[in-house]
């Protein structure tokens, strides 16, 4: 008898403070491909009734449906409720790919030109994790970017350990 697949947690993607529109609107169009929840904490350095927001997520954007979060106090009092949370940032010790992704879980990801505040980072230090970089004078990658590669890796060990 074949065994069936088992079904993965849900996947949460936390944009804290996004500035660039066409950023969202990319991973926004990353997270319905890979089947996982967009949230966006406010304030927004956008509107979200802007066309270019819209270009950029395609014909998709629609399907979206980011849930908005007024604050980062709001969101950060639902978070345990997501899953385990998994904070990136450029100055994080730890890599993304040492991070185990099985369980409901929540990447969190702070703005573009300034990353996730201060205090969130030093709160959560323990589940700080960062894209390595070869270059030392690359600080980061574009924000979708870095959405992409953690939540393909999310997925990628997930299609592994349902392979077991």
Known sequence: MTKAPRASPPIHVVLV??????NTGNIGRTCLGAGAQLHLVRPLGFQLTEARLRRAGLDYWPRVEPRIWQDWATFEEALPGLGQARFFSAEARMDYWDAS?????????????????????????????????????????????????????????????NQA
Do not use: C, K
């Open 17 to 22: 403070e996004p500035e660039i529109h066409w």
């Open 101 to 161: 992704y099985d369980e409901e879980i929540a990447l969190i990801f702070g703005a573009e030109s300034s990353g996730l505040p201060t205090a969130v980072r030093r709160s959560y230090a323990s589940r700080l994790y960062a894209v390595p970089m070869v270059d030392p004078q690359v600080r980061s990658l574009n924000l979708s970017t870095t959405v992409a590669l953690v939540l393909y890796e999310a997925m990628r060990q997930r299609r592994t350990s």
